[in-house]
């Protein structure tokens, strides 16, 4: 492609070079002919002048002309117009054409032999001046001069005809010399007007060429470490698979990634994690073959294409040359990183015949790698085949659902912690029907929509719908909606909250935004300020799983959250653990009544953790003891009665009261 550029680049500029000569060159010969015709004219004039003015000053011309001696007034006459210096030489001819007296530097006399001049001839016959412009070639004559023939008649009848030699030398050098500069301001003028838009053209060029280069990389390359993208990738497995395995087509795709490449962006940031990943970047190249492929796909995710692979003992061996080269530490900043690698393997053609294939598949073996304790190789089986058709059924409803909305949502009730358990709200739970009308649970189907990238359009939905259900509902009732870590990533959540907000006229204080700590991990500023905004708008926000992580508590003094979920995983602990369960949620709920924040139990599920929690300083509870998640219809249905029909009697009978009561004056809608 470059020399393609190159070899365009220098025809143009030869087109253009070989215009701006001939141009240069006409300009050139134009203003010379124009030149040489003035001079010309000036010369042949100047000579018909001074011969006319000769015969007008000489009274005894017909007598010369005859053969006599001039007179003396002639004489001096001749002797005044020689000295003038611009007639070199006069002659006189008789009416045949015959000279008869010249006058020249020496003397000025009668000739002695008559000499016969064509031009003198030709003149008389004519009537008219013959002028010629001849160049001296002799050093008596001078180097550039006109002579003129001027027959002289006397009423009507020819008496002689007058030469005149006229040194015009002089005003050829004037004349050569004004052309010259014209000539050259000319040109120059002409070159610039050439030369400014020609330079102009050629910098346009070179820009463009340099862009087209630019933008073709980046086609093919990855911009962080200059490896070959997904594009290149997929084209180069394509033709290595034209080529039979019989003749050295076979290869071997190593999928690899970086482990805990997330904790060197918390602990470095992300310069520290572009370092690592371009320093990654450099040492496979330089364990790699020149036919090799090395790609990378995005985030820490790599993969090496090892051609002419020798089976799984080639590949094998190839692979543990990868995870040795990363076993040197890298410097950043005075500081030491250490990187470890785990490598899903997928040979070519046997565990498949098309790119995305073999990607699958190396990228099964890759999560085996990462189950078996990450920092080594797994290749591809045949039993994962099972897992990857399962995914790709997956991915392939995943798609169908958001192109077609086909997801729906269930609702979980949350009630006050208090004995009278009055309902506050609902938790809106993502649920994937299958073909069958059986439902994908959102641990199945989560982490893949992350993967592909469609949970930001998931998220949309699942906020918009939410709010639009929450809107038909009594008004002191909330509605609480999960967010990923991922959708933060994808654009402004503030704008999507904002425009379900306006969309479905839902009133802010109603909807409850739950975050899990894990979002706080990565770029925790940007993302707080983006929860800031958030709750300007007066949505609550709330964490979620608190207690499961190992940073949740530098999170509460950070951002002022409204709302504490404790895991229901102390819950599932409840009855094995006794008093030291009962202890940690006492103490996670007294801190969220130090920091103001309300707290909410999830996972409850007998009758013991519902009496437990009431006797508690909780604010809200939720669980399959009070409801398992509904679908919308069901809410719409009958609010009031569905919900004491679903509760267990004993959780009303714990305080002589219905177990559900709507709080407000929207109990009787």
């Known amino acids: 492609m470059r020399s393609f550029f190159t070899a365009s680049i220098a025809r143009n500029v030869g087109i253009v070079v070989a215009v701006f000569g001939m141009l240069i060159a006409g300009t050139w010969a134009a203003v010379k002919s124009a030149t040489d015709h003035l001079l010309y004219q000036n010369a042949t004039s100047t000579a018909s002048s001074w011969a006319r003015y000769l015969a007008e000053n000489v009274g005894d011309l017909e007598q010369i002309a005859a053969g006599e001696q001039p007179s003396s007034t002639s004489m001096t006459f001749f002797k005044g117009a020689r000295r003038g210096g611009q007639v070199f030489r006069y002659e006189i001819f008789n009416r045949q054409g015959y000279s008869q007296l010249a006058s020249d530097q020496d003397k000025i006399a009668p000739v002695e ?3 016969f001049s064509i031009d003198a001839a030709h003149s008389i016959a004519a009537a008219q001046p013959v002028v010629a412009v001849k160049e001296g070639n002799s050093p008596n004559l001078p180097s550039f001069y006109a002579q003129a023939y001027v027959p002289i008649f006397v009423d009507r009848r020819p008496i002689a005809i007058v030469a005149a030699y006229v040194d015009q030398t002089d005003q050829r050098d004037n004349f050569y010399r004004t052309f010259l500069i014209e000539a050259v301001l000319l040109c120059l003028m002409t070159g610039l007007s050439f030369l400014i838009p020609m330079i102009a053209w050629l910098r346009r060029t070179r820009e463009k060429q340099q862009a087209d280069r630019h933008i073709r990389f980046l086609a093919y390359h990855d911009a962080l470490t200059g490896l070959a993208n997904r594009t290149q990738l997929i084209e180069k497995m394509q033709t290595a698979l ?9 290869f071997a795709a190593h999928f690899i990634d970086l482990d805990r490449f997330k904790e060197v962006n918390d602990t ?14 450099e040492r496979l190249r330089a364990v790699t073959r020149l036919d ?10 790599f993969v090496v294409i090892q051609s002419g692979a020798d089976g799984k003992d080639g590949a094998g061996a190839f692979a543990n040359r990868l995870i040795s080269a990363l076993h040197t530490p890298i410097n950043f900043n005075e500081h030491e990183l250490t990187a470890t690698i785990s490598i899903g393997c997928a040979l070519a053609p046997e565990d498949g015949a098309d790119p995305e294939r073999l990607l699958k598949c190396a990228d099964l073996a890759l999560y085996e790698a990462k189950a078996n304790g990450r920092n080594c190789v797994r290749f591809f ?3 994962m085949d099972g897992a990857l058709q399962a995914r790709i059924d997956l991915e392939r409803t995943l798609r169908h659902a958001v192109l077609h909305e086909r997801f729906v949502l269930h609702y979980q009730p949350v009630f006050e912690a ?7 709200g609902f938790e809106a739970l993502l649920r994937l029907p299958r073909e069958d009308g059986t439902l994908i649970p959102p641990m199945a189907f989560i982490p893949v929509a992350e993967d592909i990238r469609l949970i930001g359009e998931i998220g949309i939905w699942v906020l918009r719908e939410a709010c639009r259900t929450a809107a038909t509902w009594p008004d002191h009732l909330t509605i609480a909606v999960n967010l990923s870590a991922a959708q933060f990533e994808l654009g402004s959540v503030s704008a999507i909250v904002a425009a379900a907000l306006g969309e479905t006229g839902l009133a802010p204080a109603r909807l409850e935004l739950e975050i899990t700590e894990t979002l706080l991990l990565g770029n925790s500023e940007a993302i707080l300020d983006e929860l800031r905004t958030i709750k300007a708008m007066g949505v609550a926000i709330a964490m979620d799983d608190f207690g499961t992580g190992y940073s949740s508590l530098s999170y509460l003094w950070r951002f002022r959250f409204d709302k504490i979920k404790i895991d229901r995983s102390f819950m599932q602990g409840f009855d094995a653990s ?18 103001d924040m309300l707290v909410t139990v999830e996972g409850v599920e007998t009758e013991q953790q519902s ?10 509870v939720q669980g399959f003891f009070f409801s398992k998640p509904i679908p919308d219809t069901e809410i719409a249905a009958g609010l009031i009665t569905n919900f004491r029909k679903m509760l267990p009697a004993h959780a009303s009978a714990s305080s002589g009261k219905p177990a559900l009561q709507i709080v407000g004056s929207a109990a009787e809608q």
Not at 242 to 250: I, K, R, Y
Not at 292 to 301: H, I, K, S
Not at 418 to 424: D, I, T, Y
Not at 611 to 620: I, K, N, Q
Request: aromatic share 4%.
């Open 292 to 301: 090799d492929v090395v790609a990378r796909l995005g985030g820490d995710e």
């Open 381 to 383: 089986q045949p039993e």
């Open 611 to 620: 009496v437990f929690l009431s006797g508690t300083d909780a604010d809200l």
């Open 418 to 424: 208090k004995a009278s358990h009055q309902l506050r």
């Open 578 to 595: 006794g008093q030291d369960a009962q202890a940690v949620v006492k103490t996670i709920i007294a801190l969220g009544r130090e920091l």
């Open 242 to 250: 034209a080529v039979p395995a019989s003749h050295g087509g076979g």
């Open 113 to 115: 032999i008559s000499e």
């Open 268 to 281: 470095f940031g992300h310069d520290g994690g572009d370092f690592l990943l371009k320093t990654v970047a």
